[in-house]
């Protein structure tokens, strides 16, 4: 007998938390990421998505014109958690278990678009991906994955 395998239907997770709650988490729960001003903005959370601007400032720039590595490794892994509470609503203590990093050219010394994509989200682990950009170019000058924990509930 031959057994057809029926497809399964993806799973759609949608946000818990809207854009707007999830910035304003962020401001309340780490007030310290905007010690030189509102540098790391949210601006999308999706289904398992989202996106973050780093506004560039002359303490990110480098010898040789360019963006850290720091304030890249900063956006990413802050992108990365902005996804997370996007789907898991405001967990404080979720911590980053492990971040790779694959710098792939030097970014321009302008603002830094994290586009995050959670690739699996499970009760106790996240897994997501991040690709930077320079503002205004589409060739990725970045890219990091990531883990985090989430606290059992």
Do not use: W
């Not at 205004?136 to 970045?142: A, D, I, K, L, S």
Request: glycine share 10%.
């Amino acid at each position: 007998m031959v057994q057809v395998r029926r497809e399964e239907m993806p799973v759609i997770v949608r946000p818990v938390m809207s854009t707007e709650e999830v910035e304003n988490f962020l401001d309340r729960e780490f007030p310290q990421i905007h010690q030189d001003g509102r540098i790391f903005v949210v601006e999308e959370v999706g289904d398992m998505r989202g996106r973050m601007r780093m506004r560039a400032s002359p303490r990110h720039i480098r010898p040789g014109g360019t963006l850290s590595g720091p304030a890249m490794m900063t956006l990413c892994d802050l992108a990365l958690y902005a996804a997370i509470l996007g789907q898991i609503g405001p967990v404080g203590l979720a911590v980053t278990t492990n971040l790779a990093f694959n710098f792939l050219r030097k970014p321009e010394p302008r603002d830094l678009l994290a586009e995050c994509r959670l690739l699996k989200l499970g009760r106790r682990l996240a897994v997501g991906e991040v690709s930077l950009f320079s503002d205004g170019n589409q060739e990725v000058v970045c890219h990091a994955t990531g883990t985090y924990s989430i606290p059992g509930q």
